[in-house]
């Protein structure tokens, strides 16, 4: 077995009040201000400091109001996949329309980036078992993989018996799961988001380890609003208005000390089998 030289670094990339959202941007946010440029910028800087390269997922609508984020992306050396069109679950969707909104975005990102987009997440990982129609119109519409699928049940989304690791569906798509450890029965969750925000630096460092040990390389994620501390603060309810703001000061501090002990890629180098379908 071989100690990976490289784990996987994904961002999620939209706006900070399209993250509220899973039929797209709440009605109460709409005209809130926008600060997915000065957010992705400060990821961007972060990560060209430590040489680390990501793939950024980015919201077709991120694409459309702000084509110089997706360009600034593309021109940094990262590589671009599609987070939906707009902030808008499976369970919220349908075949024909996800399969317009891929579409749509694939197009956008593929135009904008210079780049073929070969990678899907959907918001909220919402790719469960009442959702899994989606795989096929992923498929269809040109992704060679999907990272939608979350191996760890939350009240919010996840699949607790998923595979943890990355794997081939039976149409051809290619899985890559948001990483976690195996603790005797239970999963611990180190992928990033609100488990970053909450677990402690040991416990994180321990993880990725430990899958490292295993011969798996981590895939973890972020949202560039999570280090966009002076954001405006509202009021979304107890538990989505807790997951989105709880030690949002932290996300910075754990990537950079992620960024300084390992060594980060796009998920298309570290996973080089999800550069093409059956
Ligand atoms: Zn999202």
Redesign the pocket.
Known sequence: MTVPRQHALSV?V?DWN??FGRQGLPARLQGTESRIEQASDLLLELLERHRAKATCFV?GTVASRTPAVVRRIAAAGHRVGS?GWE?RCLDDSNPALLARHLTESRKLLQDLSGQPVLGF?A??FSLRSRTAWAQAVIQEAGFTYDSSLFPVWNPFYGVSGAPLEVHRLPGGLHEVPPSAVELGPLRLPIAGGIYWRLLPFSWLNWGIDRLASLGRPAVLYL?PWELDTGQPRVWMGPMSTAIHYLNLSRTARVLESILGRWSFAPIEEVFPQVNSAA
Request: proline residues 9%.
């Open positions: 999620d939209e399209e993250a919201l987070h902030h997440r918001p909220w949202h």
